[in-house]
């Protein structure tokens, strides 16, 4: 059974950092493209960041680009997604996808599991 759970959220200042995790089980990890992308009340999820398989071909989207480093540790089975410079409107859930077929690697609908989301607040 596949699963992928995040880890990490929480609530921080503007201009800090956060690194959330995501653990997966249940399928061949190294195989898989992993994507992060996120929602915020009231808006449509968008994609955040994006690796492919061996680590070294990595995707931003252009708001978080030079802040957000997304990395991978295959053996540990777990992506990682770290978060600098934070600012309010990155206040958001979460969420970890893996991807087995990919295109673009920035629309939800390539991916085919899903984890749960960890909550991101950033508020003075």
């Known amino acids: 059974q596949v699963q992928l759970v995040e880890s990490g959220g929480g609530l921080v200042q503007p201009g800090g950092s956060l690194r959330l995790s995501c653990a997966a089980s249940?399928?061949?990890?190294?195989?898989?493209?992993m994507g992060w992308f996120r929602q915020a009340p009231g808006k449509e999820r968008e994609f955040v960041a994006a690796?492919?398989?061996?680590?070294?071909?990595?995707y931003y989207a252009d708001s978080v680009k030079g802040r957000f480093t997304i990395s991978r540790d295959n053996a540990k089975k777990t992506v990682y997604l770290q978060m600098n410079s934070l600012k309010p409107d990155d206040t958001a859930v979460y969420y970890c996808?893996?991807?087995?077929?990919?295109?673009?690697?920035?629309?939800?609908?390539?991916?085919?599991?899903w984890g749960q989301g960890t909550q991101v607040i950033v508020s003075s």
């Open positions: 996808a893996a991807a087995l077929n990919i295109g673009t690697m920035k629309s939800g609908y390539e991916y085919d599991d």
């Open positions: 249940g399928f061949t990890f190294s195989r898989y493209a």
């Open positions: 690796i492919r398989w061996r680590g070294v071909t990595t």
